[in-house]
């Protein structure tokens, strides 16, 4: 049996390339494997990371050879205001909003319209609310999306 491995860091190329070309991202600076930024100056901000994969038996009685890839991955969105924390809490709805509507628009993560996904499709989103800062006059929102993609091994 031969097994294929989608790398993960294809994974977050896809998504940022997904991000960065969405007609409602424009202006938001999207990453990937950088570290986390503390500069209000940098946002609206998306760092794109890896979390875990996973090989899970996905049919029983197969003796091991039928895997999925569960691959998991963390983008953390920041947002800013020098108003109110409820302005840049409403900032940062959007945001998340768009970076739904932007992987959901292709939960394949097809490079164009005539490519293979590089994944098979988006399988969870779950939304953790992670820090509220203010330095100054300056509100700062983040939340993590965990984002959980599902690749056939065989």
């Not at 800013?80 to 809490?89: F, I, R």
Request: aromatic share 8%; charged share 20%.
């Amino acid at each position: 049996m031969s097994l294929t491995i989608v790398s993960v860091a294809e994974i977050t190329k896809a998504v940022q390339q997904q991000l960065m070309g969405h007609p409602l991202m424009g202006g938001v600076s999207v990453t990937r494997s950088e570290q986390i930024t503390n500069n209000a100056s940098d946002c609206p901000w998306i760092g794109i990371y890896r979390a875990r994969v996973q090989y899970p038996i996905r049919v029983l009685g197969s003796m091991g050879q039928s895997r999925w890839q569960r691959s998991n991955l963390v983008l953390v969105c920041q947002e800013t205001s020098g108003s109110s924390g409820a302005e840049c809490e409403d900032k940062l709805e959007t945001l998340v909003a768009n970076v739904l509507i932007a992987l959901y628009d292709n939960p394949f993560l097809k490079p164009d319209e005539n490519s293979p996904g590089v994944i098979d499709y988006i399988d969870e989103i779950e939304v953790n609310y992670k820090s509220y800062t203010q330095t100054d006059n300056v509100f700062m929102q983040q939340v993590n999306l965990y984002i959980t993609t599902i690749s056939r091994t065989n």
